[in-house]
Nanobody, 127 residues
């Protein structure tokens, strides 16, 4: 069982920044593809970004490229999401997810590729 705990959400003005953290407790954390998804009210959950086990392989949704940065510290079993130039449309509950099974590149943005999820953290961007 993989447990993931997100933190760092909150209220920020448009143009501001936030950093989300996702901590796992397992020593096998470094083996997993880690992703961030978000879900706004009345909308489906959507892919934001992901980072492979090998640092340097990152994936971003077009809507966040150049504004968001994903990183991981395997020694701390933690993955981060640095969000800058935030917009009101970034308002959502942000979820951390782990894919413990092999995942092909094309499936990285697909929520079904991830078999463990955190509880989510609310990010609200005011205009």
């Amino acid at each position: 069982q993989v447990q993931l705990v997100e933190s760092g959400g909150g209220l920020v003005q448009a143009g501001g920044s936030l950093r989300l953290s996702c901590a796992g407790a397992e020593r096998t954390f470094s083996w997993y593809l880690m992703g961030w998804f978000r879900q706004a009210p009345g909308k489906e959950r959507e892919f934001v970004t992901a980072i492979s086990r090998t640092v340097g392989n990152t994936y971003y949704a077009e809507s966040v490229k150049g504004r968001f940065t994903i990183s991981r510290d395997n020694a701390k079993n933690t993955v981060y999401l640095q969000m800058s130039s935030l917009r009101p449309e970034d308002t959502a509950v942000y979820y951390c997810a782990a894919a413990t099974r092999p995942t092909v590149r094309a499936a990285v943005p697909t929520s079904n590729s991830y078999n463990y999820w955190g509880q989510g953290t609310q990010v609200t961007v005011s205009s």
